[in-house]
């Protein structure tokens, strides 16, 4: 059980997939504007990541060494195409924001590094938890961007107007320089605590 | 011609794929470590990406006739999968030079998600064959451009005294707000 839960957990701080494996960056930069483009894109993220997991590690043995890669391409692809018709139909707004950055989840170092990493060895449960953990990871690095990029660039969170309209918006940081000083200093700040954690 | 010349620019510098478009960011933090190494990257991506978008250009119209474009995904990245795979073969028995200067770089192409970004941006923006390859010309010297700028900067920042905490990644991300800043300054320049 304990081994469950390390699998798990790892994902959300330790090996956390944006700010310690820095995967993934280009959704993580690009969707991060505000907090809530930030959770549609990880929950959009952990789905894929966890049915792609799930679908893998269940045929791992029936795939050819060789074209194992090719194969979970079409994997992971397939749950993409799934994300973008179903936000495109229930969810047309977010749809619309997250726009070129769901079909190119496809692409995302993230998933295909799960698979090949970790689905393609281990088992069904061990690799559900995986996904979830990465994913949740990958979500709450999004989160911690989209909500600091949100209240210094607009003064909202989750679209609601917080710091009143005196607020002097900062508009750099929902532009693209804002993500990569943001992230910059998140990670610095990561390292700082380590730091001291460590001592 | 001027419509051509507006496109080229606008590709370049004003929408460059990294510092406005968050494209291709993996192996633009991963390989702009020196200078050689980056502009070897940046020609293997001009390469691809203008193959990559012309060819893809004809597979939409293909997926269009047959009315399955919601494959448009799957098909595309198993077609930049299987050039990327193509190039090297024929790049290794027609131009074992080049291939030696692009060789390493080409797998590495495959997860670039610029490719795949700029083959759907064209189908978004319904550019013609021809404005489809100077997009994809374009942007991917706008990516050589601005891996090399970053590249040079890295180089230096190596010798100079940068505090603990924000040592590695955590500087090069705050490097590439400021570069990508400047790069705001051409916001205007193509309306």
Known sequence: MAHAV?????GIVKENPVFRLMLGLCPALATSTSATDAIGMGLSMTFVLVSSNIVISLIRNFIPDKIRIPAFIVVI????????LVLKGFMYDLHK?????IPLIVVNCIILGRAEAFASKNGLFLSILDGLGMGLGFTLALLSLGIVRELLGSGSLFKAD?????YPKVIIFILPPGAFITIGLIMGLLNKLENKGGK | MEHIMLLIIASILVSNVIFSRFLGLCPYFGVSKSISTSLGMGMAVIFVMTLASGITYF???LLDHFGIAFLQTIVFI????SLVQLVEIVLKKISPAL???????LPLITTNCAILG???LNIQKSYHFVETLIFGFGSAVGFTVALVIFAGVRERLRLSDIPKGMKGPAISFVTAGIIAMAFMGFANLVK
């Open chain 1, 6 to 10: 390390k699998e798990f957990s790892k």
């Open chain 1, 77 to 84: 692809a397939s749950f993409v195409t799934i994300v973008d």
């Open chain 1, 97 to 101: 924001s997250l726009g070129l950055f």
């Open chain 1, 162 to 166: 917080l710091l009143g309209p005196a």
């Open chain 2, 59 to 61: 597979i939409q119209k």
């Open chain 2, 78 to 81: 198993l077609v930049i999968a």
């Open chain 2, 99 to 105: 291939y030696q200067a692009l060789g390493i770089y």
């Open chain 2, 118 to 120: 700029v083959a759907i």
